[in-house]
């Protein structure tokens, strides 16, 4: 039971096995929490013995090593929805909000209390066991999962166990290019609709731990992976694709530093060619893709050097924890045999029965999906390296897609989205969406140079005025008077001004020195204030230099 | 009834209550007659007291005055309650339904009726406890979704109802703060788990309560202490802020002295609640204007009514006593024009351990939450599992825990399937064989329990004899079904006999329909 009940804690090692007091405060919401500087000292020595080879030898020999292993990985991900109320009561929650406030006798599990579904779980549910090629359980029903911890109001979690609400799907991505590329397709065993419990907060000092039932009651929706991948950059696309998934769907905002977004990763390693599973080990604490990545291929190389030094034995089923810090996994738990939850329907809740008509609607209101958009761009003539950055974020994709229609050529407004503008937005640490330029303008710029209108110079220049401010292309050219010159009578006059107001350098190109063109046409160019067009400009004043009319 | 109680020291020699004709209050009994014609209801107390209000012959802070005296005098002997309201309060909003009738302002259809709660039935402003140590003291920060409804139809709450702990037991004595009596023999018990709400309607301490029934916890009291309690369907009212023994099996239950005032307290506490995902959408049916007058009956009223008398429950193990109620029930209700016959249901015995598995087994979940750090009592320790089983340990009783220790046993892996599983199989072979037995009768009937009330320690320290008595009553709940508990008898004991129910099972949601003819009293009448 002991392992059960500190399943949540990830934050401070120190805290798992912790002598605790509780004492309520203000009411009924706080306790406290004392560690055991004694016990954490236990926890340290059963960490297994440290292979002790230098650094850089090591990093040679694990890659040797690593060759010959094949690392088997699944993952659990919980996805926070962001429904307006939670799960089984009326209230909101918001990320960020004071303790306790967002608390209602239903998600305090007061006596007497009963959950109430909110429909909008299914709803969503639905639609990412749609979106992730699932098979749906017409059929479903919410179950208990019972366990003890201060963060768990009424000492069980309602969940689903035996029959999720979808199964059998898959994901499909593509591998960035700096990571080699490639198409992957990655299996979902299944997903169900659960419960999130309370925060524990803790005191610096580590006397005392603090309940904050805000959380407790949010919806969240459990996605389990096959164990479908092999190395740490496959798992962290995993990851990236279901944020893609549920961002495109709406139905969470997918932040990991939030905790909208939390992965469970198992890892286990069998010597090539070996077809049955080695031990697995759970890494918990992973706050970003990028530590998702880093914790595997530590984990793999940790397993593989044990492996390789023949102490595979050391390789036990435990929960280890990703330090940051330390760039590294540290024994969390070790698991003695299966937790029993003691599952049992949940009488207080009616089955969840879905419709074929129900899903139907739900399933033609569905957007467009990260790999269709893909797979369109492509089709588009995009390179992957395009179609990943525009598809990546489904605001970009959907700036993208609104340019598109506003008749921008494809090529060329790629080029301005993931130059100029992704430039802009990373230099000022904005989002697509909080930038002033419309994408029916950006159409419109980028009509007006291939147009003529303007000079690619001149667009360049307005469309920094154009993300910060706003407002319409055709105004500001109007405004500032931008219009390219390209009749060659007037920029023939203006070569002539400039030609006869600097008579020792036409002196000096005629008697040879042909670099002083470019000082010529500098000045023409200043004259025009920048509107001259420059083909035609060096075109005659190229004539007139050399003395042709 | 009331001015003839004796001084405390001879209450052990005369029972509180007496085998009289005598059963309405005193009030309203020496007060002229209210109507021109009499209601064949009209042992109703709720009815009574609105036309006494209404037509001005009683002002509610009268009432309210002769039961709270009544309530001082008997409390001491009985111990129904673990909390009772403040008199002022009460008297306050008495006060303001005399001030509204003295206006001529609307009041609601309970109005100055007073109605005492069962304590794991939340009230916002005072104690609930369920009758255990881990909640004393705690005051939940809503009402019950019937006390709300019976709050807003004008009802005063006259005080919270001793019971088993959480609901567990059949006799009381497992409450963890007093041993409730029987009003007919203050040695003996007066049934459980509702054993506070069914008493102090018998002893007039108020005039209609609610009570909860997970395996017969109203049924069973109710026979216990000669009152009327009826079981509604389960989704009928809604189960929110009612404290979770068993939640699949549980519902609010309702005691009056006569079939009527039970059937109007239920139809004030029916209906879908949006906060109770079980609680039923169907329509409430408004059955109050179907009474019947006594001169309009005929002389044989229940003419074509099957009604099935459950083979089972007369079999062996049913005190002889008990038997021949029954059976003097059955024939009564012949010559009403009922056509009666035996049914068998073979699964009938199949439902006692079902229904201690599965109400073990939800039990061991719902009181999971119990567990010191949110509310309630809390032991003290600098170590949260010594701060759980401390807690725990110190704020169940044994009855509790023992029903905790059999669920979490039924539900943990490998054991699931023989146990839990099988039951709630049992329980859909039992639910198929009521539907089947339902089709062909009307009504069904048996005993509420095997015996009538036994002594206080009695069964205390033999569970199973206890839980056996639960067997006329469990199989109803695994059913969902409707049942009505009324007195139909006395078999001897105590110093005026004790009193015997006839219960009286009906289809799902039928409470209005088909019992229409017993909520119209024809039958009750007769006792």
């Known amino acids: 039971m002991a392992s059960t009940l500190f399943r949540t804690i990830q934050i401070h090692p120190f805290f798992l096995y912790p002598?605790?007091?509780?004492?309520?405060?203000?009411?009924?919401?706080?306790?406290?929490?004392?560690?055991?500087?004694?016990?954490?000292?236990?926890?340290?020595?059963?960490?297994?013995?440290?292979?002790?080879?230098?650094?850089?030898?090591?990093?040679?020999?694990?890659?040797?090593?690593?060759?010959?292993?094949?690392?088997?990985?699944?993952i659990e991900t919980h996805v926070q929805l962001s429904t307006l109320t939670k799960a089984f009561c009326s209230c909101p929650y918001n990320y960020g909000s004071q303790p306790n406030t967002n608390i209602c006798p239903i998600c305090m599990g007061l006596p007497g209390a009963l959950p109430v579904l909110n429909s909008k779980v299914i709803e969503f549910a639905v639609k990412l066991g749609l979106a992730l090629n699932c098979k749906l359980s017409l059929n479903s029903k919410f179950?208990?999962?019972?366990?003890?911890?201060?963060?768990?109001?009424?000492?069980?979690?309602?969940?689903?166990?035996?029959?999720?609400?979808?199964?059998?799907?898959?994901?499909?991505?593509?591998?960035?290019?700096?990571?080699?590329?490639?198409?992957?397709?990655?299996?979902?065993?299944?997903?169900?609709?659960?419960?999130?419990?309370?925060?524990?907060?803790?005191?610096?000092?580590?006397?005392?731990?603090?309940?904050?039932?805000?959380?407790?009651?949010?919806?969240?929706?459990?996605?389990?992976?096959?164990?479908?991948?092999?190395?740490?950059?496959?798992a962290a696309e995993y990851a990236a694709e279901l944020q893609r998934v549920v961002r495109y769907l709406g139905i969470s905002n997918g932040n990991m530093q939030e905790g909208s977004l939390r992965c469970d990763v198992n890892v286990s390693i069998r010597p090539v060619g070996q077809s049955e599973f080695g031990t697995k080990v759970e890494i918990k604490n992973l706050n970003s893709f990028s530590s998702i990545n880093r914790a595997i291929d530590f984990e793999i190389s940790r397993q593989a050097l044990l492996h390789s030094q023949g102490q595979s034995d050391q390789i036990v089923q435990e929960t280890r924890l990703w330090e940051e810090g330390a760039q590294k996994t540290v024994t969390m738990r070790k698991k003695e045999g299966l937790s029993d939850y003691r599952y049992f329907p949940e009488p207080n809740l009616p089955e969840v029965i879905l419709t074929q008509e129900y899903v139907d609607s739900i399933s033609n209101s569905l957007p467009e999906l990260p790999e269709a958009k893909r797979r369109r761009y492509e089709k588009m003539g995009l390179s992957m390296q395009d179609v990943l950055f525009l598809a990546n974020d489904m605001n970009v994709a959907e700036y993208f897609d609104e340019t598109l229609s506003s008749g921008a050529d494809i090529k060329l407004a790629a080029n301005w989205i993931m130059g100029d503008i992704a430039a802009y937005m990373k230099n000022k640490k904005l989002s697509i969406n909080d930038i002033k330029l419309t994408p029916q303008e950006l159409a419109e710029l980028i009509a007006s140079i291939k147009s003529g209108t303007i000079s690619g110079k001149i667009g360049k220049e307005i469309l920094s005025e154009l993300?910060?401010?706003?407002?319409?292309?055709?105004?500001?050219?109007?405004?500032?008077?931008l219009i390219q010159i390209a009749d060659p009578v007037e920029i023939g006059k203006m070569i002539d001004k400039v030609i006869s107001e600097n008579p020792k350098q036409l002196e000096q190109y005629r008697s040879g020195k042909t670099k002083l063109q470019g000082f010529f046409a500098g000045q023409v160019m200043k004259l025009s204030k920048g509107k001259a067009n420059p083909g035609l400009l060096n075109k005659i004043l190229l004539e007139k230099l050399n003395g042709q009319s | 009834m009331l001015s003839t109680i004796q001084p405390p020291r001879y209450l052990s020699r005369f029972p509180l209550r007496g085998r009289t004709k005598?059963?309405?209050?005193?009030?309203?009994?020496?007060?002229?007659?209210?109507?021109k014609t009499c209601f064949a209801a009209d042992k109703?107390?709720?009815?009574?007291?609105?036309?006494?209000?209404?037509?001005?012959h009683l002002s509610a802070v009268e009432l309210t005055h002769s039961y709270l005296d009544r309530l001082k005098q008997t409390e001491p002997h009985i111990n129904c309650f673990l909390h009772v309201s403040d008199p002022d309060k009460v008297l306050k909003q008495a006060q303001d339904i005399d001030d509204k009738i003295k206006r001529n302002e609307e009041v609601g259809p309970l109005a100055g009726v007073l109605v005492a709660i069962k304590d794991n039935i939340c009230t916002a402003d005072m104690p609930s406890t369920g009758g255990s140590y881990i909640l004393e003291g705690y005051r939940p920060p809503f009402d019950a979704t019937a006390v709300k409804r019976l709050k807003d139809l004008g009802a005063i709450v006259v005080g919270k109802t001793n019971l088993d702990e959480f609901g567990m037991g059949s006799t009381t004595e497992a409450s963890a703060f007093k041993v409730t009596a029987n009003p007919w023999d203050l040695s003996?018990?007066?049934?459980?788990?509702?054993?506070?709400?069914?008493?102090?309607?018998?002893?007039?301490?108020?005039?209609?309560?609610?009570?909860?029934?997970?395996?017969?916890?109203?049924?069973?009291?109710?026979?216990?202490?000669?009152?009327?309690?009826?079981?509604?369907?389960?989704?009928?009212?809604?189960?929110?802020?009612?404290m979770a023994y068993?939640?699949?099996?549980?519902?609010?239950?309702?005691?009056?002295?006569?079939?009527?005032?039970?059937?109007?307290?239920l139809h004030a506490i029916s209906g879908h609640d949006s906060l109770d995902a079980t609680s039923s959408k169907r329509e409430v049916p408004d059955f109050t204007s179907q009474f019947t007058y006594a001169s309009s009956l005929k002389s044989r009223p229940l003419e074509g009514l099957r009604v099935g008398l459950i083979r089972e429950t007369v079999d062996a193990g049913v005190d002889s006593g008990v038997k021949s109620a029954i059976e003097g029930a059955a024939a009564h209700l012949e010559q009403l024009g009922c056509v009666l016959k035996e049914v068998s249901l073979p699964s009938f015995s199949l439902g006692l351990p079902a229904y201690y598995i599965l109400a073990s087994s939800e039990s061991s979940s719902n009181l999971s939450r119990y567990?010191?750090?949110?509310?309630?009592?809390?032991?003290?320790?600098?170590?949260?599992?010594?701060?759980?089983?401390?807690?725990?340990?110190?704020?169940?009783?044994?009855?509790?825990?023992?029903?905790?220790?059999?669920?979490?046993?039924?539900l943990s892996a490998g054991y699931y399937d023989a146990y839990y599983k099988r039951a709630q199989q049992v329980r859909t072979i039992i639910r198929k064989s009521f539907k089947a037995a339902l089709d062909e009768n009307d009504i069904l009937i048996s005993p509420a329990a095997p015996s009538a009330a036994y002594k206080i320690g009695e069964k205390k320290n033999d569970p199973l004899a206890m839980y056996a008595g639960d067997i006329m009553t469990v199989n109803v709940n695994l059913a969902g079904l409707p049942a009505l508990v009324l007195p139909c008898g006395f078999v001897e004991g105590g110093a005026v006999g004790l009193p015997v129910g006839l219960q009286i099972i009906g289809a799902a949601f039928d409470e209005f329909a088909k019992h229409k003819c017993l909520l119209n009293g024809f039958f009750e009448r007769n006792l």
């Open chain 1, 143 to 234: 179950d208990r999962k019972q366990y003890f911890y201060p963060d768990l109001p009424k000492g069980y979690q309602i969940s689903q166990f035996d029959i999720p609400i979808a199964t059998g799907g898959y994901v499909d991505l593509d591998l960035p290019l700096e990571f080699g590329g490639g198409h992957r397709k990655f299996g979902i065993t299944r997903v169900h609709m659960e419960e999130d419990a309370g925060k524990l907060l803790h005191s610096g000092n580590g006397d005392y731990s603090q309940v904050d039932l805000n959380r407790a009651g949010v919806p969240l929706l459990e996605i389990v992976s096959e164990p479908d991948m092999r190395t740490g950059i496959e």
């Open chain 1, 467 to 481: 993300l910060a401010k706003g407002g319409t292309v055709k105004g500001l050219i109007e405004e500032k008077d």
């Open chain 2, 246 to 265: 068993a939640s699949s099996l549980d519902v609010i239950g309702c005691f009056g002295s006569s079939v009527a005032d039970t059937g109007i307290l």
């Open chain 1, 19 to 74: 002598t605790a007091l509780f004492s309520r405060r203000n009411g009924v919401l706080y306790c406290t929490m004392k560690s055991s500087q004694t016990q954490t000292a236990t926890q340290e020595k059963q960490q297994p013995p440290k292979v002790k080879v230098p650094q850089h030898a090591l990093k040679k020999t694990v890659d040797k090593i690593t060759r010959d292993y094949e690392a088997i990985i699944g």
């Open chain 2, 371 to 410: 567990d010191g750090v949110r509310y309630g009592n809390q032991a003290s320790s600098d170590e949260l599992n010594v701060l759980y089983e401390e807690s725990r340990a110190k704020g169940f009783g044994s009855e509790v825990k023992m029903r905790i220790l059999m669920g979490t046993y039924a």
């Open chain 2, 188 to 242: 003996r018990v007066p049934g459980g788990s509702s054993g506070g709400s069914a008493a102090s309607v018998s002893a007039r301490q108020c005039v209609v309560s609610l009570g909860s029934d997970t395996g017969g916890s109203v049924r069973q009291p109710a026979s216990f202490c000669g009152v009327v309690g009826l079981k509604p369907t389960y989704g009928r009212v809604s189960r929110f802020g009612l």
């Open chain 2, 44 to 56: 109703s107390q709720i009815l009574s007291i609105r036309d006494s209000l209404l037509n001005r």
């Open chain 2, 22 to 35: 005598s059963r309405s209050f005193h009030i309203l009994s020496s007060a002229q007659p209210v109507t």
